[in-house]
């Protein structure tokens, strides 16, 4: 509020303190002091400011409620009755132009005084409560100063006169129930203004807008809105399957039911995924990815392309990301043997410039775990959209993916493991080929059993999955 409208509201209320009838009214048999009801409240400020009728003297009346300068005696409220409820004017101490700013320790000392009181007549609230508490853990390195001001106000509020105890609980208390710290009230200017006043047009800011008009009819960026709405309205019907909120679960799911099938068939390794998370893969590659089992089928497809190099290195550098700080140094230097170096067993195909880039990086001490850790982020991103754009789609084509798709839709009670249900399928498919009869002298081998499609690596000996866990916690467990 601006410093002008402030001093307004003080010369009115000056002008109602030497102009109030204040006297001692009857409330239910308890005396209150120094009041004067609504009615008389608003007939008075309607004299003062010459308004044309009693609604406009609500109005003001109201107003200065709202800004602290008089306050309800009986019962909280934010609207001025115009009938005989008592009102009382509120101490010049505790007017907004003189009270600007309320501190913590101000509103503790406060609380605090009121606990050494009577608990029957000056018991704190329930939303007092909360702040003293607050306080105690804010304010509690410099508690034994805000005790030792409590105690000394108290002493001092003591010497007062009945009367006039009274009245200034009354207004101490309705000052902080409008100005308690840390709750919004009348006093605070709004961030519109505030924008407004910083954003005043001139012939620059005109200027500015013109040119930006001007751009916006070359770039036309509702088309690029529109787009994008587009895209986002595709990508949320893509997921909906997937989202448990959107589509039930099945089976149950274990958090409102004590079925922990959910939990066992979607298990980090276990043998034979679900159809819906086989098709999942097929959305993006960082479905794939994000999959532990798709990682594996998706090394198992870049071995038969002889590029399985791209994906370790893509998970080494997932594990290096977030290794802890004693152990950045060796498994960069881990990644470096294996994936950079030259003549290294797994070397990856990353142009001259990111490979120098990466090791300009390896070598700066400057910050060691720092730079070392995110050193390969660029080598990262490349291998990654080559696997995005060149591996992806031939591995969403490839029958390895098919295969693995039809190990998650295959009915009946015996479900094989997806390795080996690619490599029965590769054998059923060769037994239906023309084979070479078979002499004494023959020795059987590997090659003559397998599809020129499926690579010898499509065994269920390669790269062996951990077996899944074989216990599980029920939901009613975890609520224990």
Same mark, same amino acid.
């Given at each position: ?23 001692? @009214? ?23 400011? @010459? *308004? ?7 109005? +003001?009346?109201?107003?200065?409620? @709202? ?10 409220? !934010? +609207? ?27 509103? /503790?000392?406060?609380?605090? =005084? ?32 805000? $005790? ?47 924008? =407004? ?5 001139? *012939? ?10 001007? +751009?916006?009819?070359? !770039? ?24 448990? #909120? ?27 995924? !679900? ?28 071995? &038969? ?17 977030? /290794? ?5 140094? @060796? ?37 060691? *775990? ?14 990654? $959209? ?8 031939? #591995? ?44 004494? =002298? ?11 499609? +499926?690579? =010898? ?14 216990? #599980?916690? &029920?939901? &009613?467990?975890?609520?224990?």
């Amino acid at each position: 509020m601006s410093a002008a409208t402030l001093k307004k509201l003080d010369a009115l209320a000056l002008k109602i303190a030497e102009a109030a009838p204040l006297k001692t @009214h009857k409330y239910f048999r308890i005396a209150v002091p120094q009041a004067l009801t609504g009615q008389t409240l608003v007939q008075l400020i309607q004299e003062l400011t @010459h *308004a044309d009728d009693a609604a406009e003297g609500l109005h +003001l009346a109201t107003l200065l409620l @709202h800004y602290g300068y008089i306050f309800p005696v009986i019962e909280h409220a !934010t +609207l001025v009755k115009d009938d005989n409820t008592l009102y009382r004017l509120q101490l010049p101490y505790f007017w907004p132009s003189h009270a600007t700013q309320t501190d913590n320790v101000e509103y /503790a000392i406060y609380l605090n =005084k009121r606990l050494m009181r009577n608990e029957l007549k000056h018991g704190l609230e329930e939303d007092e409560v909360q702040a003293y508490n607050k306080l105690v853990e804010l304010l509690g390195h410099m508690w034994g100063f805000i $005790t030792v001001q409590a105690e000394m106000q108290l002493k001092l509020q003591k010497e007062r006169k009945k009367t006039e105890k009274v009245v200034f609980d009354s207004e101490e208390r309705a000052f902080w129930r409008l100005r308690r710290p840390g709750t919004p009230n009348c006093l605070e200017q709004p961030h519109q203004k505030l924008e =407004k006043k910083l954003r005043k047009c001139n *012939a620059n800011g005109y200027r500015q807008e013109v040119e930006r008009l001007k +751009l916006s009819l070359k !770039t036309k960026p509702w088309l690029k809105a529109l787009k994008a709405s587009e895209t986002m309205v595709s990508w949320c019907s893509q997921f909906h399957d997937y989202d448990a #909120f959107m589509t039930p679960s099945t089976p149950a799911n274990p958090w409102t039911s004590d079925d922990v099938s959910l939990w066992v068939i979607n298990t980090d390794l276990v043998e034979v995924p !679900t159809e819906k998370r086989v098709r999942r893969w097929a959305i993006n590659v960082v479905e794939l990815t994000r999959d532990p089992i798709g990682r594996q089928v998706l090394e198992t497809f870049l071995e &038969s392309e002889f590029s399985s190099e791209n994906i370790r290195f893509w998970m080494a550098i997932q594990d290096l990301k977030f /290794a802890p700080n004693c152990q950045i140094e @060796h498994k960069a230097q881990r990644v470096h043997d294996e994936f950079l170096a030259s003549g290294a067993p797994c070397q990856i195909n990353i142009d001259s410039r990111t490979l120098d880039h990466t090791l300009a990086l390896l070598k700066d001490d400057s910050d060691a *775990a720092g730079a070392k850790r995110f050193a390969f982020s660029l080598a990262e991103e490349n291998v990654f $959209t080559l696997m995005s754009k060149d591996s992806y789609p031939r #591995f969403i084509r490839s029958q390895i993916y098919k295969g693995v798709l039809s190990a998650a839709q295959q009915q009946g009670t015996k479900r094989l493991g997806w390795r080996n249900f690619i490599f029965n399928m590769g054998m059923g498919m060769s037994n239906m080929q023309k084979r070479t009869p078979l002499t004494s =002298k023959h020795k059987m081998s590997r090659d003559d059993n397998s599809h020129s499609s +499926l690579p =010898k690596q499509l065994s269920s000996d390669s790269l062996p999955l951990k077996q899944p866990p074989q216990s #599980f916690i &029920s939901p &009613s467990q975890v609520k224990k």
